[in-house]
C-alpha cells in the first residue's frame, strides 16, 4: 500500500475540519451544528444526557461557539461559513488568547468523555472512536494518532491535542505532525 502523505495545504486541512462541523451540510457551521457534535460524541461514548460529562462538553461546546463567533463571524449573522472560517482561523489562534482557551476546554471536555479507562489520556482505540463520532474514518484516526503520539508512549494528552489543532490550523509546514490530525486528506 503507498504511503499517504500529509495534506497538500492549510486550506485542505480546514476545509477538512470546517466539514466535520457543518453536520447539516448547509455551508455554515452553526450553533445547532456544535450542539449536535456534543450529542454525537457523548452518544458514541454512551454517556448520558443531562451527567456531568454531557454537561460538560456542552458547555465546552457552547464556550467554543462563542469564541468562534468572536473571532471569525465577519459579517455578524451568528453563521460562519467556510471563507470565515479559512481566512479567520489564523488570526484566531494568533490574536484571541479566547479562542485558544475555549478550544483547550473542548478538547479537555472531549477527552474526559472519550477517557473511558479513566486514566487522563487517550488510547488508540479511545481516539479512534472519538474521531469516528466527529466523522473521521478508523483508517485515517489510526494514522493519525501514530503521527501525533510524539513521546512515543501510546496515549495523547489535551496538550498534545492542543498543540496539534495548532499547528493543523495554522502551520504553513508540511511536515509538522499536527498536520495529520485526522490524517490524511
Known sequence: ??????????????????????LDRDGDITHDDLLAMATRIAAAFDVPPGSPKDVALTDAFQGFWHELLKSLDIDGDRRINDREYRDGMI???AVSGGFEHGLRQLIKAAVEVADTDGNGTLEPAEFRRLE???????????????????????????????????????????????????GSL
Open 91 to 93: 488570526a484566531a489562534f
Open 1 to 22: 500500500m503507498p504511503t499517504k502523505t500529509p495534506p497538500s495545504s492549510r486550506d485542505a486541512r480546514l476545509r477538512k475540519f470546517f466539514d466535520f462541523f457543518d
Open 132 to 182: 469516528e463520532a466527529i466523522g473521521n474514518p478508523a483508517e485515517d484516526s489510526a494514522e493519525a494518532f501514530a503521527k501525533l503520539d510524539t513521546d512515543n508512549d501510546g496515549s495523547l494528552t489535551v496538550d498534545e491535542l492542543l498543540d496539534a489543532a495548532r499547528q493543523f490550523h495554522t502551520g504553513t509546514d508540511l511536515d509538522a505532525l499536527g498536520n495529520w490530525l485526522f
